[in-house]
């Protein structure tokens, strides 16, 4: 199994800056295609909402919020997302997941696809 792994979270802030990363773990050999991927957030008593999104061939979308100060980028050959925040803002805080929606793998039983998650990692950001 392929699992998400998500790291570079804090405290930071506002104004400052980090970078999370998402890397596969577990029985990574047997990935065959990380597919699309995305960051989401999830802030105390909200709704998980959608960061931004990289497809397989580099395109980019960005919620309208963190347009001009995130930058989603993935690197293939390492099977990592990342997600580069500046200028962050007290809103930005939150609980950010990485996910491969079409995440497929190959094995000895055949291709399988499946949707993964990270476990998650805090952001906070201080005014």
């Known amino acids: 199994q392929v699992y998400l792994v998500e790291s570079g979270g804090g405290l930071v802030q506002a104004g400052g800056s980090l970078r999370l990363s998402c890397a596969a773990s577990?029985?990574?050999?047997?990935?065959?295609?990380?597919?699309?991927m995305a960051w989401y957030r999830q802030a105390p008593g909200k709704q998980r909402e959608l960061v931004a999104t990289?497809?397989?061939?580099?395109?980019?979308k960005y919620a309208d919020s963190v347009k001009g100060r995130f930058t989603i980028s993935r690197e293939n050959a390492k099977n990592t997302l990342y997600l580069q925040m500046n200028n962050l803002k007290p809103e930005d805080t939150a609980v950010y997941y990485c996910?491969?929606?079409?995440?497929?793998?190959?094995?000895?039983?055949?291709?399988?696809?499946?949707?993964?998650w990270g476990q998650g990692t805090q952001v906070t950001v201080s005014s």
């Open positions: 996910n491969a929606p079409g995440l497929s793998t190959y094995t000895a039983g055949g291709f399988a696809w499946d949707d993964a």
């Open positions: 990289i497809t397989s061939g580099g395109r980019v």
């Open positions: 577990g029985n990574i050999d047997s990935i065959n295609d990380m597919g699309d």
